[in-house]
Every structure is written in structure tokens, then in C-alpha cells.
């Protein structure tokens, strides 16, 4: 699920942000595509629930980079994928 940061009606914050959300409910891990952002910038994980606290959500602008076109998700997890304007 993408969805756009640009329809977020805050204006004057200048933290606009693409969210890409993948929701992997099977009992395998599962690798995937990633959409280019809407703002331009590269990918960056928010959360990732498989990994364990404290390395499952990161904090605002300490988000590790997405390498690649894919993303593989453990079996029943979810990741929040961000992506800050390149502006």
C-alpha cells in the first residue's frame, strides 16, 4: 500500500513523506517490488516487525537505507518502508 505524503494537508512542516506499507500474512518469507517514491527520494525502513526491540522501529532520520528494487518480509510481518522528499 502506497501512500502519498504530498495529500497530508500539514502545511509549513517540511516533513512530507511517502509511506510504502507491506503486510507479508503467510507463513513464509516473501520478497517484494518496491515502487519508485513519489518524492524522488530513496527507500528507507521505519519498522520491520520481524526484527527485535530495539532494532524493529526506527527513529526519524536514523531509518537504515533499502538497497535494490526488493525487500523480503519474514512470515507474518509488516514493514514500513519512507521516503523523505529528495528536494
Same mark, same amino acid.
Given at each position: ?20 506499507? *507491506? ?21 528507507? &525502513?521505519? *519498522? ?6 530495539? %532494532? ?10 533499502? %538497497?535494490?528494487?526488493?525487500?523480503? &518480509?519474514?512470515?507474518?510481518?509488516? &514493514? &514500513?518502508? *519512507? ?5
Amino acid at each position: 500500500m502506497l501512500i502519498s505524503g504530498e495529500y497530508a494537508g500539514v502545511s509549513g512542516s517540511g516533513e512530507n513523506a511517502d509511506l510504502y506499507i *507491506i503486510f507479508n500474512s503467510s507463513l513464509i518469507r516473501r520478497a517484494y517490488s518496491i515502487p519508485d517514491s513519489l518524492r524522488g527520494g530513496g527507500w528507507r &525502513v521505519a *519498522i520491520d516487525t520481524s526484527n527485535p526491540s530495539p %532494532h524493529d522501529i526506527f527513529d526519524a532520520g536514523k531509518e537504515p537505507e533499502v %538497497h535494490g528494487r526488493r525487500y523480503v &518480509v519474514s512470515k507474518l510481518s509488516t &514493514v &514500513v518502508l *519512507i521516503s523523505y522528499d529528495a528536494r
